[in-house]
């Protein structure tokens, strides 16, 4: 499965989360498929859950913003008066990725570890709801939920995940194993699964 970043220089994410690097920096921002800079500036830091969406579409998946525009249709996204905005919200998120890209999608409102599991042995990926310092495993999470990454497989001793984390801010991080009891002082206990292309449609 190709491995994406919500942010087009994969280099440059540790001083755009930590450094305060405005994205507009970014030289790389066009092949993201924003319109603008100012567009890819204000959207990339929100892209997490479209980015394991595209990761889950293969080699072949649209652009970053091409997958937010469509996304974007589907209400996945919303907008407040002040422009502010929000999401991702799950359900249309789903309705798009099975409506526009014939993808099986189910939302899992109550997840729990040893179920992703279940969900990984029947040939699914999870995107889950974690706290964006899973980069930091060692730590102390501030909180859960807030951030997206698609669990891609179980580790090979079969005990604990693989998962791409879409603003991970070394290799290390952006294609990271832990086992379930770090996983889970991060983890929201929701997400969304979805059928794996090879795994066809019993999955």
């Known amino acids: 499965m190709p491995l994406h970043t919500q942010f087009a220089s994969p280099d440059l994410i540790e001083q755009i989360v930590y450094g305060g690097l405005d994205p507009a920096a ?5 092949s993201s498929g924003a319109a603008t800079v100012e567009e890819y500036a204000r959207w990339c830091g929100h892209l997490c859950g479209i980015t394991c969406l595209r990761m889950v579409l293969g080699p072949d998946a649209p652009s970053l913003f091409a997958l937010r525009d469509g996304a974007l ?18 359900a249309p998120l789903a309705a798009y990725a099975e409506g ?15 179920e992703i599991l ?29 951030h997206l990454v698609l669990i ?47 795994a066809g449609p019993g999955a």
């Open 100 to 114: 526009e890209h014939g993808l099986s999608a189910t939302v899992h409102r109550h997840l729990t570890a040893p």
């Open 118 to 146: 279940g969900l990984l042995d029947r040939g699914r990926t999870v995107m889950a709801s974690v706290h964006y310092e899973i980069r930091n495993p060692d730590q102390e999470p501030p909180g859960k939920g807030g």
């Open 152 to 198: 891609t497989a179980r580790t090979p001793d079969g005990e604990g995940i693989h998962f791409h984390n879409p603003s991970g801010t070394t290799a290390g991080t952006r294609a990271a194993d832990l086992p379930l009891t770090t996983f889970v002082r991060f983890f929201a206990g929701r997400g969304v699964s979805f059928q794996n292309a090879e």
């Open 73 to 90: 249709k589907y209400g996945a996204y919303t907008q407040d008066e002040r422009g502010s905005i929000r999401g991702l919200i799950y």
């Open 26 to 30: 970014d030289p790389a921002w066009e």
